[in-house]
């Protein structure tokens, strides 16, 4: 479910080499979004 989707993002973002993750929809087969890395601030 989403708790699953949320940790493999969140594994994904803290690496390094990943600023970004495209998000498909895989029954149309097209792009829906994506998903970047922010920067924390204080």
């Known amino acids: 479910a989403s708790g699953d989707i949320d940790s493999?993002?969140?594994r994904?973002?803290?690496r390094?080499?990943?600023s970004y993750v495209?998000?498909?929809d895989?029954?149309?087969?097209?792009?829906?979004?994506r998903i970047e890395r922010t920067?924390?601030?204080s």
């Not at 895989?26 to 979004?33: H, I, K, N, R």
Request: proline share 4%; net charge negative; charged share 25%.
């Open 39 to 41: 920067e924390a601030t």
């Open 12 to 14: 994904l973002l803290a």
């Open 16 to 18: 390094p080499e990943v």
């Open 8 to 10: 493999v993002l969140e």
């Open 26 to 33: 895989t029954e149309a087969g097209c792009y829906d979004f």
């Open 22 to 24: 495209h998000v498909r």
